[in-house]
């Protein structure tokens, strides 16, 4: 089924700890996202890329790096991770900037 | 940047009755507006969207109204059910180069 895998489904990691989030997607879409979800505060991009070998910062990007080296993979990396970095993330891919996203099911991340 | 404005946070319909979720943005340029529904436990999931030359977008029980002029538009949901119980959020981007930004969402609750 065509659609955007994200791993792990949730982590419990000790601050000062290194992360990576996979997200891969196999809609050979253009564009994708790192959102954070937080109660009361909705989503939040941290860092997006347009096409592969490019990438840019979002709304919150500190604290988070990413990389794109091919289209189909875009991982996110916690260098050292913070309690303020407990959250649901969720990776999204599209086609363009006028096309709507497909989500992937959410990382839940909870940093102690 | 931009930023998309939505209300209400919560909203308690009965079953059969409708729900109007209302959005405002700050971009004049913004010409994208897709609307999400999240389930609990599950990624957001596009259930309809407006391009900027069009005023109105219907998809059997849920439509989008757009109001350029006044840079608001509305998710209307007519005969509402239990299982269109979820929080939904609205968004805008523009051209080329820019994510969606999202409103901090609308949890709705329709009781039996």
């Known amino acids: 089924i065509a659609g955007i895998t994200q791993a792990p489904t949730s982590q419990i990691l000790a601050a000062g700890r290194r992360m990576t989030l996979r997200c891969t997607q196999d809609m050979r879409h253009n564009a994708m996202y790192w959102y954070r979800q937080d109660l009361g505060l909705g989503l939040r991009l941290i860092h997006y890329?347009?096409?592969?070998?490019?990438?840019g910062k979002g709304e919150v990007p500190d604290g988070y790096s990413v990389s794109r080296a091919n289209t189909d993979d875009f991982p996110l990396t916690l260098a050292s991770a913070v309690p303020s970095q407990t959250s649901v993330y969720f990776c999204a891919s599209s086609d363009g900037p006028l096309y709507g996203y497909t989500f992937g099911s959410g990382t839940r991340l909870t940093v102690v | 940047g931009e930023n998309v404005e939505q209300h209400p946070s919560t909203l308690s319909v009965q079953e059969g009755d409708s729900a109007v979720i209302k959005c405002t943005y700050s971009d004049s340029a913004s010409n994208y507006f897709p609307w999400y529904k999240q389930e609990l436990g599950k990624g957001p999931q596009l259930i309809i969207d407006i391009r900027s030359n069009v005023g109105e977008k219907k998809d059997q029980r849920i439509a989008v109204t757009l109001n350029k002029t006044a840079k608001h538009f509305s998710l209307h949901i007519t005969e509402t059910q239990p299982e269109d119980s979820a929080v939904y959020f609205c968004?805008?981007?523009?051209?080329?180069?820019?994510?969606?930004?999202f409103g901090k969402g609308t949890s709705l609750l329709v009781t039996p």
């Open positions: 968004a805008a981007s523009r051209n080329s180069g820019y994510a969606l930004n």
């Open positions: 890329s347009n096409t592969a070998g490019t990438t």
